[in-house]
């Protein structure tokens, strides 16, 4: 079974191949299906295709098929998530591919084509994120909501509406114009309310949604958390209590993150910038602990000497570092180069970094 990071590079592999003709095989096989009846219709499909009349098609078609019947044919049974198979050849380099894995989640249904692409639309819901945190930072006319994934945060909206302050004359007057005040800020708290709603409901429907953080610079996050301006159901889901954070936008939402690490222990990303941070202070400290460099990194991982690694997700050598890593006994974290952490160890050192045990001479 592969999991949703080597899924996630396996799609983004297949969408690179595009044909002239209907040569590209995909085929989805969900669980219980029998691998004889699959292999019954794909014999019957490859004697079909001898009457394709343009050779250069009729010869990708068949080429595909044969691969895809050679390598089913070698499986006993579909295994308990169903099975994916994609096979194609370009005909101008000879350039083949064949890919056979079982999914991270049950295949939905079964599907069969040949087509100028790869169909990876049946799999791509199964890449994003299966734990995810609301988090929403709100003053009396400002805010911004957002989710912190396992790969990192998504900021999805930022909202702000004009309040003018206090009223300075005193008298019935000044009342007036607070009570209008008091009612336009609750107005705003019930838009963010339901902007929340929106985005976080979905989640919480599919049993993405693990809790809500809450946060801002003043008094506003408080009163919004006590005030009837959130669902019950996300308004259950709040972890701990509002926390103090500086900013809105993006310097809010890292801030409040970091804060509430403790709260969400064990999230994906916030243990990645945590070794992030901690070998941005080795190399600091100019301790020998921080290292940089695939194949030193190799080296030291060969040595048993690396404690930490942080890889790029993207990286060609993801896999074989990972696996090294872990035969190791060391603590593997992935990053993506589209975040800033990930931008910043991709253009100063490389597709991976690491944090030893001890210095190396």
Same mark, same amino acid.
């Given at each position: 079974?592969?999991d949703r990071r080597k899924?996630?590079?396996?799609?983004?592999?297949?969408?690179?191949?595009?044909?002239?003709?209907?040569?590209?095989?995909?085929?989805?096989?969900?669980?219980?299906?029998?691998?004889?009846?699959?292999?019954?219709?794909?014999?019957?499909?490859? %004697?079909?295709?001898?009457?394709?009349?343009?050779?250069?098609?009729?010869?990708?078609?068949?080429?595909?098929?044969?691969?895809?019947?050679? !390598?089913?044919?070698?499986?006993?049974?579909?295994?308990?998530? *169903?099975?994916?198979? @994609?096979?194609?050849?370009?005909?101008?380099? *000879?350039?083949?591919?064949?890919?056979? @894995?079982? &999914?991270?989640?049950?295949?939905?249904?079964?599907?069969? !084509?040949?087509?100028?692409?790869?169909?990876?639309?049946?799999?791509?819901?199964?890449?994003?994120?299966?734990?995810?945190?609301?988090?929403?930072?709100? #003053? !009396?006319?400002?805010?911004?909501?957002?989710?912190?994934?396992?790969?990192?945060?998504?900021?999805?909206?930022?909202?702000?509406?004009?309040?003018?302050?206090?009223?300075?004359?005193?008298?019935? %007057?000044? !009342?007036?114009?607070?009570?209008?005040? #008091?009612?336009?800020?609750?107005?705003?708290?019930?838009?963010?309310? #339901?902007?929340?709603?929106?985005? @976080?409901? &979905?989640?919480?429907?599919?049993?993405?949604?693990?809790?809500?953080?809450?946060?801002?610079?003043?008094?506003?996050?408080?009163?919004?958390?006590?005030?009837?301006?959130?669902?019950?159901?996300?308004?259950?889901?709040?972890?701990?209590?509002?926390?103090?954070?500086?900013?809105?936008? #993006?310097?809010?939402?890292?801030?409040?993150?970091?804060?509430?690490s403790n709260a969400i222990?064990?999230?994906?990303?916030?243990?990645a910038i945590n070794a992030?941070?901690?070998?941005?202070?080795?190399?600091?400290?100019?301790? *020998?602990?921080?290292?940089?460099?695939?194949?030193?990194?190799?080296?030291?991982?060969?040595?048993?000497?690396?404690?930490?690694?942080?890889?790029?997700?993207?990286?060609?050598?993801?896999?074989?570092?990972?696996?090294?890593?872990?035969?190791?006994?060391?603590?593997?974290?992935?990053?993506?180069?589209?975040?800033?952490?990930?931008?910043?160890?991709?253009?100063? @050192?490389?597709?991976?970094?690491?944090?030893?045990?001890?210095?190396?001479?």
């Amino acid at each position: 079974m592969v999991d949703r990071r080597k899924l996630k590079q396996i799609i983004s592999y297949l969408k690179t191949w595009q044909a002239s003709a209907t040569i590209l095989l995909s085929l989805y096989i969900p669980p219980g299906r029998p691998v004889a009846d699959v292999l019954e219709v794909l014999r019957r499909e490859l %004697s079909i295709a001898q009457n394709i009349k343009l050779k250069r098609t009729r010869d990708a078609v068949e080429t595909a098929l044969s691969m895809a019947i050679d !390598r089913l044919s070698k499986i006993p049974k579909i295994p308990q998530n *169903g099975l994916v198979i @994609f096979a194609g050849v370009n005909p101008d380099t *000879g350039d083949q591919v064949s890919f056979v @894995f079982s &999914p991270p989640d049950p295949v939905p249904l079964y599907y069969y !084509r040949t087509d100028k692409w790869f169909h990876t639309e049946f799999l791509e819901p199964m890449v994003e994120e299966s734990e995810v945190y609301g988090i929403i930072i709100i #003053e !009396r006319d400002q805010a911004t909501i957002a989710i912190l994934k396992p790969s990192g945060f998504l900021i999805l909206e930022e909202i702000e509406d004009y309040i003018p302050g206090k009223h300075s004359k005193g008298g019935q %007057s000044q !009342r007036r114009y607070d009570r209008i005040i #008091e009612q336009m800020v609750e107005d705003f708290y019930k838009k963010v309310g #339901e902007r929340a709603s929106r985005y @976080f409901i &979905p989640l919480l429907e599919e049993k993405k949604l693990k809790g809500i953080l809450i946060g801002g610079p003043g008094y506003a996050k408080l009163d919004f958390v006590r005030g009837d301006y959130l669902d019950y159901r996300l308004k259950s889901l709040i972890i701990g209590e509002p926390y103090d954070v500086s900013y809105q936008g #993006e310097p809010g939402v890292r801030e409040i993150i970091m804060k509430a690490s403790n709260a969400i222990k064990g999230q994906r990303y916030i243990d990645a910038i945590n070794a992030v941070e901690e070998f941005k202070i080795h190399l600091a400290k100019d301790d *020998g602990l921080a290292l940089y460099g695939v194949n030193e990194i190799k080296k030291a991982l060969e040595m048993g000497a690396v404690r930490r690694i942080v890889i790029l997700e993207e990286s060609s050598e993801a896999d074989e570092l990972e696996k090294l890593a872990k035969s190791r006994g060391a603590e593997v974290h992935f990053i993506s180069s589209s975040l800033p952490e990930g931008e910043w160890i991709k253009k100063t @050192f490389g597709d991976a970094i690491a944090i030893l045990r001890y210095r190396l001479e």
